[in-house]
């Protein structure tokens, strides 16, 4: 089954520095999508980043990097020069096959504190 | 702009009460989709719908319906078979075009 998983329940980060996020994903799909989001306490869910499986080179999205390994099956979110209000909810997420509704799989998420 | 609607924001209920859940989008999407999160966990899928008139059980249907009579309409009913209906639910759409979901602000439901 497919799976998603965020090992790190939560994280903190002094102001400026770099952070990863770590994600490990299960599929046996060929062809997949990896999502990450970012879930202030207001719970609107806001897009990050995404990487098909198909993508040969990591994403990039401003101070958002997503660290593909396909075959570690690893999606790890790396946030550059962190700011206070990056402190949030994290989630990673995989889009499921299209024949299967193109649903998205969460993890549990990482708690992010960006200390000043 | 385009976007997605969900009313109302914060929703009580009393046990045994059936309540329904408004996610409206006018960005034109086939899909929605319905989450449930819980405190500190991840989002669940409740139901999904492809098209209009058709939709599927996700992984947490049970004390759950919900319909599919317009395009941009994809109300949840929480009825009361759900044994712990207390969550935030989140409305969810996506075009078939590219790969980009659309979330909505969500729902917060308390039994009282």
């Known amino acids: 089954a497919q799976k998603i998983t965020q090992t790190q329940p939560g994280m903190f980060v002094q102001e400026k520095e770099a952070v990863t996020l770590d994600c490990t994903y299960d599929?046996?799909?060929?062809?997949?999508?990896l999502f990450w989001y970012k879930q202030p306490s207001s719970g609107e869910m806001i897009f990050l980043i995404y990487?098909?499986?198909?993508?040969?080179q990591n994403a990039t999205e401003g101070r958002y990097s997503l660290n593909f390994q396909k075959a570690r099956k690893s999606a790890n979110l790396v946030i550059s020069a962190s700011q206070l209000g990056d402190s949030a909810m994290y989630f990673c997420?995989?889009?499921?096959?299209?024949?299967?509704?193109?649903?998205?799989?969460f993890g549990q998420g990482t708690e992010l504190s960006v200390k000043p | 702009d385009g976007g997605i609607t969900q009313s109302p924001k914060y929703l009580f209920r009393k046990e045994g009460q059936n309540v329904t859940l408004s996610c409206e989008q006018n960005?034109?999407?086939?899909?929605m989709y319905w989450y449930r999160q819980d405190p500190g966990q991840g989002l669940r899928l409740i139901y999904y719908?492809?098209?209009?008139?058709?939709?599927q059980k996700g992984d947490i249907a049970e004390g759950y319906s919900v319909s599919r009579e317009k395009k941009e309409s994809f109300p949840l009913t929480v009825t009361s078979a759900q044994k712990n209906p207390t969550a935030f639910y989140l409305c969810?759409?996506?075009?078939?075009?590219?790969?980009?979901?659309?979330f909505g602000s969500g729902t917060r439901l308390t039994v009282v």
């Open positions: 969810a759409s996506r075009s078939g075009i590219n790969y980009g979901y659309t």
């Open positions: 599929t046996s799909d060929q062809s997949y999508g």
């Open positions: 990487q098909g499986s198909y993508d040969e």
């Open positions: 997420a995989m889009r499921e096959g299209w024949s299967q509704g193109g649903k998205l799989i």
């Open positions: 960005l034109n999407h086939d899909a």
């Open positions: 719908s492809q098209i209009v008139n058709d939709f």
